[in-house]
């Protein structure tokens, strides 16, 4: 008997004791795949209609092509779950976009603005058919994470003319429940701020179909995951070496398909923790920004990062760009459009993250993402990524990610009492602030998760007003800076930062002195 292939399912997990079906004229072969995924047979070379099933997995059917001389094939199966997305995942409002759904059973789908609170926008329908699971979808084989998986549309969708953060709600009868999101830009700026949600970094951490920037980064490895800290390098070996090749080494990623990680609960409260290790950091984390911008009745327009790489953003339209949470990937034609807004114009940039603008990415298209990734070496000529592939972070935002207190949180500690950020807040030289935190992955504290310090390429003139506590010198440094044209940068460098707005004064009335200001 030879290897064929291997059987596994969205997150390229074996799934063994899989049926599969190999028909070619009056020749049938009936296999099943082993523990590992792996299917072996005395299969003649040629083409074949296939048909696959698992318990707990939906069937399909095919077309596949066996040479004794080829790769194994790899056969992929979808969790009978439901899962979806939109697409395209940004709009302008007007537009129309398709909503994309698997589902084993009918569902109920519903759209939900997530502003100050999760405000229910309108009832899309139920969504059924007359034939059996003619609402579930499959999945291409072999590595779909370049490609994506390209559904068929469930339905059309218009844009709602109030900018900001939506969520689809796929509600089951059996009380199964899968939620995506949407950014909704304006057809024309509203406000004087923009707001920017971090949606590359959405696709750096999104595993489906077994690949991300963090797991089989470069490629599918030869056979799918039995156990991961066996088979996965990034546990085997560490993670470095997820990010130790040259740049060409690794495939682009897809933004169509659906993202697992970046889910809110049905009944979910901005002011409620933030349950799970990845919402943390991503879109869950971001709405509580937003959430606290309209209670404050801040208005804002939101958009995507791909909606400032492809201008669709007009910066000069703006006073104020407010960057936040974990906008770790960025291209480098946003990277420029900011820097020259900020160094050139007299924009106000502010950034209420960590870990920012650390790497490049390339759009390839409006669907795929490749990452410059290869990590820099510790104490090389560069920085970060960024610098080795473009500039260095800090020389925009005066501060750059270190990996020193990293997965830590604490307050911070007052350096500059006599700066203005500090007004009405009481807060003295040593003083201690931001102590209350949402962030459940990282619990501590405003500074944290990831942090960013000042560095050589800092521009002149930055001031570092308060610094985190964390251990080894680890704390987020939060900075000011002017620029000759008039232009301002704030910066905080700590990802906990907007999962504590809600819940510290301090924070919230620091925030509140600089986006005065600067909208000023």
């Not at 405000?119 to 490609?147: C, K, M, N, V, Y």
């Not at 707001?195 to 963090?214: D, E, I, K, Q």
């Not at 546990?235 to 897809?254: K, M």
């Not at 405003?446 to 308060?466: F, N």
Request: aromatic share 12%.
């Amino acid at each position: 008997m030879r290897l064929i292939g291997y059987v596994s399912d969205e997150r390229f997990a074996a799934i063994g004791d899989a049926s599969v079906e190999l028909v070619r004229g009056d020749d049938v072969y009936l296999l099943r795949s082993a523990p590992s995924g792996a299917l072996y047979g005395d299969v003649p070379s040629g083409h074949y209609h296939v048909t696959l099933g698992a318990a707990g997995f939906g069937s399909k059917r095919g077309e596949v092509d066996l040479s004794i001389d080829a790769q194994p094939h790899q056969f992929r199966l979808l969790s009978e779950r439901i899962l979806g997305y939109v697409w395209p995942k940004w709009s302008v409002a007007g537009e129309r976009a398709t909503v994309r759904v698997h589902s084993p059973e009918p569902y109920r789908l519903s759209l939900v603005r997530c502003g100050r609170e999760a405000r229910f926008q309108q009832l899309l329908g139920w969504f059924d058919e007359h034939g059996p699971r003619a609402t579930a979808q499959i999945l291409a084989d072999g590595d779909f994470s370049q490609t994506g998986v390209l559904w068929r549309d469930s339905g059309l969708v218009t844009a709602p003319e109030d900018s900001g953060l939506y969520y689809f709600f796929a509600e089951g009868e059996s009380g199964a429940f899968f939620s995506f999101p949407w950014v909704v830009a304006p057809s024309a700026p509203g406000s004087a701020m923009a707001v920017l949600a971090s949606t590359n970094t959405w696709s750096a951490y999104n595993n489906f179909g077994g690949r991300s920037n963090y797991v089989n980064a470069a490629r599918l490895p030869d056979y799918p995951t039995v156990v991961a800290h066996m088979d996965l390098p990034r546990y085997r070996e560490g993670t470095p070496v997820e990010h130790s090749l040259p740049d060409q080494a690794y495939a682009p990623i897809s933004f169509e398909r659906p993202e697992p990680l970046n889910q809110i609960g049905r009944h979910e409260r901005p002011t409620d923790p933030i349950r799970g290790r990845q919402p943390c950091h991503l879109a869950a984390a971001e709405w509580r920004l937003y959430s606290w911008l309209e209670r404050e009745r801040y208005r804002y327009d939101l958009y995507a990062e791909a909606q400032l790489h492809d201008g669709t953003l007009q910066l000069d339209r703006y006073r104020v760009l407010v960057i936040h949470t974990h906008p770790e990937y960025w291209s480098r034609a946003m990277y420029t459009a900011v820097k020259r807004w900020v160094f050139e114009g007299d924009g106000r940039l502010v950034y209420l993250g960590g870990n920012g603008l650390d790497c490049e990415v390339d759009f390839l298209d409006r669907t795929r993402l490749v990452f410059r990734t290869q990590d820099e070496e510790p104490g090389g000529p560069f920085e970060n990524r960024m610098h080795r592939a473009f500039e260095p972070t800090a020389a925009l935002l005066g501060v750059m990610y270190t990996s020193s207190g990293a997965m830590t949180a604490a307050p911070y500690r007052v350096v500059d009492e006599d700066h203005w950020v500090f007004s009405g807040t009481r807060l003295r030289r040593g003083d201690i602030f931001g102590a209350a935190s949402l962030h459940e992955r990282v619990p501590g504290g405003a500074s944290g998760h990831e942090t960013d310090k000042r560095t050589p390429s800092s521009p002149p003139g930055t001031r570092l007003l308060a610094k985190g506590t964390n251990c080894d010198e680890g704390g987020a440094e939060m900075v000011h800076f002017e620029t000759a044209g008039g232009g301002q940068v704030f910066s905080v460098g700590s990802i906990t930062w907007t999962a504590s707005i809600l819940v510290d004064e301090d924070v919230a009335r620091i925030t509140r002195n600089v986006l005065d200001r600067f909208l000023s």
